[in-house]
């Protein structure tokens, strides 16, 4: 696979909110199919053995489309799925241990609002970092506001990619060219759209655009 900055361009993170009669699978395919680059598997809901099932079918099909699967917050399943990585927030297990947990080779992911928080997740191992929200969201409407200006102190102060996350459309997205980032992780702009396919592949072209990434 590709070096880590090349994933990060269009980071598609998975939600159940939108399936209206879909799998989840078929929905990942086409945004896949449309250009994302990385995919996230959030699951809240599902019970472990369905979880870890999930998992396993969508590194399946990630790695026909050689991008890598990431899971959000759970160790033991991307562990035992032998998913690409792992994302974990602030309140999660410090990035030390997961890093302890899931070996040198998989990639680690840590959310982070301040500078001071993506310095000590660099030091503690993560690959990459995933700044937000820095717009308004509604997928995550409790989440810390983090502004331009903090978005890029974080990219100048680490050397590890960064990705912005929280409301990223394609209205907002222009708003943070020049920041420093090394993409965007998007959930609704892809997930509750009535093309998948179409806004992931609009997205990722706008992400050249505007980027350069």
């Not at 995919?39 to 026909?64: G, H, I, N, T, Y």
């Not at 602030?90 to 990639?107: M, N």
């Not at 990619?161 to 892809?190: C, F, M, N, Q, Y």
Request: aromatic share 6%.
């Amino acid at each position: 696979m590709n070096s880590c900055k090349d994933w990060m361009p269009l980071y598609a993170v998975t939600d159940r909110a939108w399936l209206r009669g879909r799998t989840l699978y078929e929905q990942a395919e086409e945004a896949l199919q449309g250009g994302a680059t990385c995919l996230q598997l959030r699951e809240k809901e599902l019970d472990e053995e369905a979880f870890l099932q999930e998992a396993r079918e969508l590194k399946v099909l990630c790695e026909r489309y050689d991008v890598p699967l990431i899971i959000n917050d759970d160790v033991e399943i991307a562990i035992k799925s032998d998913a690409d990585g792992i994302h974990i927030g602030q309140h999660d297990a410090p990035a030390s241990l997961v890093r302890q947990l899931i070996g040198p080779d998989k990639l680690l992911g840590v959310s982070a609002q301040t500078v001071k928080q993506a310095l000590q997740a660099e030091a503690d191992g993560a690959d990459y970092l995933g700044v937000g929200a820095v717009f308004y969201t509604g997928t995550k409407p409790d989440a810390d506001w983090v502004s331009y200006e903090t978005l890029q102190a974080i990219c100048e102060a680490v050397s590890i990619p960064v990705v912005a996350i929280g409301g990223i459309s394609r209205e907002t997205l222009p708003k943070l060219a020049g920041s420093g980032i090394d993409g965007v992780a998007v959930v609704s702009a892809i997930f509750a759209a009535p093309d998948i396919r179409a806004a992931a592949a609009e997205l990722r072209e706008l992400v050249k655009e505007e980027l350069n990434v």
